[in-house]
């Protein structure tokens, strides 16, 4: 069995997490030449590529299962070695998650777990369809997410439901939804996406 030097890990993850291997270099107090030298270290353990060269650097598939593996890695190591290291550096806890739950119940639902522990969140906003991607590629540990399904190694647990009340201002009402709130209507409507991306009704 294949095991890697977290050393080298640590390397390609600050690489991803950095944008590039001059700044990864910095991060680590290293040369940029030991870095290329790590990661090439672990390309050459797996045989395959782990990087992919572009600006700025993004994993492949398999180096997305290897930052998985560190996040997991590190999370374990908070967990057993916490009650030793109080008062030392913050818990990086990296969580994918849409722009409505942020902007209303995740907060306050954290508060309590954040008063009492070192942790310091890195919160990723995407769409609700799209935040499991970023756990798949081991961008972040959990995520708020509209799939039933869990990845291998997760677990899934049923948060509620958010509801939402549909209001319009009377002259848009009127000129845009004069006969209530068919499709038809909507397709014409004008509407604000939270990116490209963002689906809205189809014909």
């Known amino acids: 069995m294949k095991r890697p030097d977290y050393r080298t890990l640590q390397a390609l993850d600050a690489v991803i997490r950095e ?3 001059e700044r990864a270099a910095q991060k680590l107090c290293i040369t940029q030449s ?3 030298q790590r990661i090439k270290q672990l390309e050459n353990m797996f045989g395959q590529p782990l990087l992919v060269r572009t600006v700025p650097p993004r994993p492949t598939e398999q180096g997305q299962k290897l930052l998985a593996l560190l996040r997991q890695v590190e999370l374990l190591e908070e967990e057993w070695l916490g009650d030793e290291q109080t008062g030392s550096t913050p818990l990086l806890l990296s969580l994918a998650v849409n722009a409505d ?3 209303t119940w995740l907060l306050p639902a954290l508060a309590p777990v954040l008063a009492d522990s070192p942790i310091r ?3 990723q906003v995407e769409d609700e369809t799209r935040t499991q991607e970023r756990l798949r590629r081991g961008e972040v540990v959990g995520a708020v997410s509209i799939q039933h399904q869990a990845l291998p190694s997760c677990l899934v647990d049923k948060l509620g439901a958010l509801d939402y009340l549909f209001v319009a201002s009377k002259p848009f009402a009127e000129r845009y939804l004069p006969n209530g709130v068919p499709r038809s209507s909507l397709l014409i409507a004008p509407a604000v996406a939270f990116d490209l991306e963002d689906g809205r009704p189809q014909a």
């Open 19 to 21: 944008r590039g291997f």
């Open 34 to 36: 030991a870095v290329s």
């Open 101 to 103: 739950s942020l902007a």
């Open 121 to 123: 969140l890195n919160l």
